[in-house]
Every structure is written in structure tokens, then in C-alpha cells.
């Protein structure tokens, strides 16, 4: 006959409860951690979009050692189509247009993960201590978060980036991470709040710790899962604006970026010339790593939200 | 529903006055000195450039004490008057945007409208079908993926260059001048064609991507289940649930608002179409301040009242708010 | 009028097989009676009070029949089940304060619900109207929004749109779960006078709160990991239970007017067996203070006196 503590059961009385269904709460840790893996592994959603997403990333990290040369470097022949000497043909001008796209992917990855940590930065800072200390302080940075959230972003960013001339990927990465927070922020602070009101949470408060601490070691954890899918969101949105603005002309000018190679191939009738090598395969890359981790977080809101689970 | 709208109403105001003075702001946090920069442009003579200089330093009203050049700046504001342009010089900035906004909106506003109503519709259909769902849902995913002005490029080199279904660029033949005529319309819509389709798919992605993700959730909700239970027939369930999940999809449409106008721009630019993303480029390229700015405030007022629209409209959806009842 | 409940197995599909949550379960429910269904969290009572009307996605009945009235309930299709529900078959959902629409005002979803079902609202608005009186709600109730009602007003409408049909079956899901004390006597009085005005014919009660049933049902039946352990009139179950589960569940109620000090809850010690794969045997053998090698057998649930039923080796005496 099984013998646990009873006092824990004489709190209970008539419901003394646990929920035999013999589901997954009954495992340990390392059990839970395994069954996660494997609906990780049998999610198509996660699967397909990381493996695009990890692809054009080793093409972009690997890609420019397999060649030469310089994107910006002239002199090959020009208008090439692709060929097994140029991988993606020449421009109109002689240059590389394999060279450009590698490079320009990398500057893709550089940028949205930049913008993305940014953004996500003051996401949290804002929600956490929104959604936590509440109150006027909580109105406060609402309402700061609503009006940077009305302003469009692209107006913002074209303004700011004509009178301050964006220089590096570093510094377009950062003007996008802070027009980019506020529904990271939002979001956030909606999770702090449902959280907040938490037992474990009320615990942590009521035994002394400070504010940074209890959102540190206790809300934060708990909302990992959700902390990243909006890494996964963020990273995506911050690189089609980047693309956007590098199509505008207003990222950095001495940076390949693939933005920029669409720009310099309309602005050199690279349509009607037919070269399409040069304009669709960096749309299609963007397309791609987007889209890749769109469907990156359907697959895994699934696998962290049971519920959301359509088998 | 009055608190509601005031409360918005605070929000936009809040947020124009914020926009306004950023616009003020930033050209004169700029290094250098701007007129200076806008002289050498034009590269006129000594004494030309002397005279610019006083006009420009007049215009821009630097001579004056800090607090009243934004005093001007809003009193100008509110007399519409955003100055002369740059880059086309001896138009204001006010007449350039006025014969610029309503191509744009021409674009805009059936691209906003139809792709969120047929979004919506087939993302309801894809929550209820898993056929449709396993197509229509990749589909969607991509389209919400594409960047506005690759999607742009990709259907004016198929569809215009290589098959010359349609024109290239412009909003109407070259030959012809704005007019009521069949021969203009005519050639009006196959010019207009290309850049609305170009905004409708990529937003139809989004929404039809956000409306299945709600309808599933709703049709899973503790009132779906009851009504269910007792039997109701699916049609009234998804009736319910379609009413319950309009309401954060329009939530929604206020904040994609922002995303669909910068799409718009750069739509314009790849297809030559003569408003407000052409301008843009223009005055960017011509380092064209006043026009930037007008433009900037243009685009900031657009989308608050755009917002400002949805907000009534949502008021006018969810009876909770109509009712005075301090809901979501 | 009866409700005969034979042999039914309703298991729920997981990854790692099926969790047989109502494992064979056979009983019968009378015109007019109040039959409640207790147990603790798991033991199969909302599983089987789902199953009654409206199976959850995973459910499925892998044996077993369920008639009522001399008709067999088609359980497992969905449709043909849809003729039953709400005119035979009704239920007062466990969420009964969320279950109303929350973007329409509450007389308007109910002229709906009834259309759907082909039912004139304004034929049916004198009764509904004396039944809201009956239960404390007038009809300005009818042109609000769910919002602007508390919780127990809420559910006091859901009580009266779920009967409203007169259905032969009513099922009645942790109603009291979420109430205070005096609201849960309330409650369960209404559905008494449901009974005893005939709004309804036959009644289960799923609760895990013994006490409430004693203040209503007429009969009590106790589950426990999916199967029937002991089923007797309620007066007959809290004064003088067979099974030893029930013994101890009962041992464990707190009375009233009495200290804590002088009575020592018991409570149970252990776990109820996990449902993936049942023990053999009795179920409770892990848990029962009782136990010897008998137990390895599983014994019937069968009557040990005139109406009464009890699953125990030890209590056919």
C-alpha cells in the first residue's frame, strides 16, 4: 500500500485531487522535455521553416568564402546571365551578382537579429515593467507605447534616415530596433499581466524580493516560450523593413544588401532588360527567410501551447 | 462609447503633436548647416547665392529665436502651408502633394478594403475546411512574406515586360491628359492594375492568416462549446464565432495601416506611379527638406485618421462599446 | 422515462494509447430522480456526463449503450445526436458563466438558439419569462449583454435556457464548483424545483462536493478511476456507506459546529492509478485499508441490498 504525506492530502478533503488521466503532467521534467522534442520533430510547420531558415543561413555565412570577389568591385563582363563561371551572373555594370546576393544575405541575418535583440530589449523592459508594476506607471509607458504604435514606421524611418544618413547595418539595425517595440512590448505586457497575478508570483513578492528580481527569476521563465516567438516575429519584420529601406536608398551605401540590389537593378532597367537573375533571387531570399520563420512560429506556438495542437 | 472615442481621440492628438515636432526638430538636430548644403545644389553665382541664402535663412526662419520657429512652423501648419519645394522649384510642397494623394489613395483604399474583406472571408473558410486549409494557409504565409516591392518587380517583369499584358509604368498613357472619358479610364485602371494587385496580395496574406487563426479560436470558446451542446446548427456557431473574432482583426487593421502605406510607397516607386512613394523618392534624392517634411506629416495625418475611421467603425461592430459598456 | 446507462466505455486517444477514463459503467437514472455522481478529479464522472450529450474531440465510445426513454442515443454521431440535444438531452456546462455569447444581448441569442432549433422565441416568451421570475431574474435580463451581469446571474440564465425545452435528460456539471456556500444551496434548490415542477425529468449531478448532494439528490453513485464503486439512496450512502472509498471520503468531511481539533480529517493517502494502463484488479486495492488478496480480482459492481450497489469484495456481506 502506497504511503505519502498525509497532511498534504488532509488539505484537500472531499476533492482530493490530481488528474488521473495518466496525460503528461504525471512525468518528470526529463519526460516532459522529450515529449516536447518529439512533437517538436514531428511538427511540418517547424521543421520546414527552420530548415529553410538554416539553409540560407549557412548559404549566407559560407557563401561569400567560395568566392572573391568583392560585391562592390567592377570589372567583370557585363549584363552576364548565370553561368558555371558566374554563379548568378554580372549586372549591367560588371559586377558579381553571386557576390552581391551572399553578402547581402549576410547583411539580412546581421541586421535582423540586431534589430530583433533591440526591439526586443525595449519590448520587455516596457511590457515587464508595465504589465508588473502597473498603476501610473503603467498608463505612462501605455500610452507611449500606443503612439509610437500609430506612427507609421516606414514615414519615421525614411525621415530619420534621410537627415541622419544611416552609415552601418549596425546603426539601420538599431533605428529599426526602436520603431519596431511596441508590439513586442504590447504583447509582452498583456503575458506579464496574466502572470503577475499568479500565485508563485504573489509568493516571490510577498517574501521581500525586489521588482527586477522577481521579474528576472519568475515571470520571465515562465514566459521563455512566448519571449522567443516574438524574437522569431521581430526578426522577421526587421528584416523586410530593412529591405525596404536598403530599397529606398537609405541604408548604408557602402553595405551590399539585397534591398539595395533590387534598387540598383529597377534603377538600371534591369526589367527591361530580362536580367532577372539580378532582381528576383534577392526578393526571393527575403521571401523565403520570412516566410520560413513565419511558419517557423505557427510550428512551435503549437508545440508550446498543447491546446493548439491539430491532430 | 464617448469615452472610448475621446480617449482615442487624446491618443492621435497626443501622437500629432509628438509627430509635428519631430518633424520640426530633425532637420535642425541635423549637422551642418541645411542651407548651406541647399545652396551648393544649386550651384548659383556669389551674389545669386547670397540672396538664396537670405531667403532660405528667412524661410526656414533660423534667424529667429528657437521658440518662435515652431510657433510659425504650427501657424503655417494650420494655414496649410509647408513651403516652396526644392526640387521642383516654383511649386509649394502643398500643390505637389495635393495632385500626388490621389493616386495613392486610388491604390490604398480599394487594396485596404478588398484584401481585408476577402481575407477575412478565406480565412473563415480555411478554419472550417482542412482542404482549404492545407493550400490556402501556405499560400497565405508566403504572400504575408513577400516584400511589397519584389512582389511589385516579379509581376511587372512577367506580366507586363514578357507577356505585355500591362502597361509599365504610369498611371495612364502618355498621350492622354486626366479626363471623363472611357479612353482614359481605360487606360487608367490597366495602369492602376499591377500596383493595386501588387498591395492587395501581400495584405490579403496577413488577413487571411489572422482571421483563420481567430475563427479557430472562437470556435473553440466555452460559448461555441454551450451552443453546440445544444445543438445548434453550425451555421449559427460560425456566424457567432465570425462576430466575436471581427473585433481584434479590426484592432488589427488599425495597426497594419502603417505596414500597407510604406508597401504602397515603394509599390509606386517600382511602378512609376506619380504618387506619394514617387515623391518621396524624389525629395529624397533631391535632399528636397521642406518636401520631406510635408510629406512626413502627410503620411503621419493619413494614417491617424485612417485609425481614427476604424476606431468608429469598431465602435459600430462591437455593440459592447455602443452600449457604453467598458468592454476589451 | 428512464435513462439506461449499459456497459459504457468512453476512451480518450493521447499519443501514448487510449486513457481509459470511463471504463464500464452501467446504471440506471428514474423518472423524476436526482441522481448525483461524485468522485474526485479524474475518476470518469465529466467524462461520462460529456459523453451523455456531447463528446470532446479526442473522446470515443469504444462499447457500450446508453437509452433513454426506449431510445438508443446515438453517441458517437455527432448529427444524429443533434436532434437530441436540448429537447431530450440538456446540460448546464461546468462554464456556465462564460457560455453566453459575449457580443449579443442575451434575449436576442436566445430567439436565435430556439429559431436554430425550430423554435418560436415568441411562443416560448411567457415561459421563459415566469421561469427568470422563478429564478430570482426578470425580464430586463433579456436586453442585456452578458457583461453586464454577474457571475451568478449568468448562470442562473444558463440554468433556464438549458431547461427551457423540457428536456427528459438533464445534466448538471460541477454547477457548484466556483460558488460560495449559501449561492451553492441556491443553486441546488432551484434544480430541486426544476425536478418538482417537472421542467426536467431525470437529473445527474456531477460534483466532487459530497455535501451538496446530500442537500438534493435522491441518489448518489461514486466513481472512481472510471468505474462504479457504490451506488445507494443518498440518505443511505452518508449515513451507512459499504465501500471503503466512500467510508473514507465521507470520514473526511468536515462537520459543521464541530472543531477541527476534536475531529481529525482523515483524507486519503496516495494517488488514483493512472488510466493509461488500469491496474488489474479493484482499483482502489493501492489506496484501501481494506485490502487483501480477493482484491486482485476485480469484483462486480452488484447489489448487495434492495437498491443498492457496490463495487467490494468486502461489502457483500
Redesign the interface.
Known sequence: ??????RA???????????????SE?LDPGRKRYETL?FALRNTKLVVGLTVVLLLLVVAIVGPWLTDADPFEFGFPLGEPPSSQYWLGTTSAGQDVYAQFVYGLRASFIVGSIAACVAGALGMTIGFVGGYIGGIIDDILSMLTNIVLVIPTLAVLIIVAAYLSVGSLMSEAVLIGLTSWPWAARAIRAQTFSLASRDFVSLARLSGRGSFRVIVNEIAPNMSSYLFLTFILLFGGAVLTAATLDFLGLGPSQVMSLGLMMNTAVSNAALQLGMWWWFIPPGLAITAIVGGLYVMNVGLDEIFNPRLRR? | MTRYLARKTLLYLLTFFVAVTIDWAIPRLMPGNPIDGLISRIQADSTASQQLHGYFTESFGLDQPLWKQYLDFWRGLLHGDLGPSIAYVGSTVSELIWAAIPYTLALLVPAIVLSYIAGNRVGAMAARRKVLDNTALPVAYILTATPYMWLAIVLVYFLSFKLGLFPVSGAYDFSLQPEWSLEFARSFISHWFLPFLTLFLVSFGGWAIGMRNLIIYELES??S?????????T??VRK?AY??AV?PQMSGLALALGAVVGGALVTEIVFGYPGIGTLIITALQNRDYFLMQGLFLLIITGVLIANFIVDIAYVIV???TR?G?Q?S | MTLAVDNLRVY?R???GD?R?LDGVSFTVGDGEIMGIAG????GKTTLGKSL??LDGRMHVVEGTVELDGTQLPLSDDNA???????EV??I?Q?AM????????IGRMTS??LA??GVSFDETLPELSRRLALVGLDDTVLDR?P??LSGGMKQRV?MV??TLLNPSLLIADELTSALDVSTQKAVAEMLVEFRDREFVKSTIVIT????ILYQMADTILIMY?GKLVEKASATEITQDPRHPYTRL?LG???EVGVRFADK??????????????PPTGCRFR????L?FEKCAEEPPFVEIAPNRHAACWKAVA
Not at chain 1, 500500500?1 to 498525509?6: A, K, L
Not at chain 3, 474526485?40 to 475518476?43: A, I, L, P
Not at chain 3, 445526436?81 to 429537447?87: E, I, K, L, P, V
Open positions: 500500500m502506497e504511503t505519502t504525506d498525509s492530502d488532509l488539505l484537500a478533503t472531499p476533492e482530493l485531487a490530481t488528474t488521473g488521466l495518466g496525460a504525471d518529439y491532430t | 466555452e460559448y462549446n454551450y451552443l453546440q451542446s445544444l445543438g445548434a446548427p451555421k449559427l457567432y462576430g466575436n473585433l462591437d455593440p459592447r452600449a459598456i468592454g | 480518450y493521447t499519443l501514448q486513457v477514463a474526485e478529479s479524474g475518476c450529450i456531447r445526436m443533434n436532434a437530441f440535444r436540448f429537447r440538456s446540460i456546462p462554464y462564460s457560455a453566453l455569447n459575449p457580443i449579443r444581448k436565435e438558439l436554430s432549433r449583454y457583461i453586464e444558463v435556457l438549458s466532487h462536493d459530497l455535501s478511476a471520503l473526511s468531511l468536515p481529525r480529517l482523515s483524507g486519503i493517502p496516495g494517488r488514483p492509478p493512472s488510466l493509461l494502463n493501492a489506496r484501501c485499508p485490502a
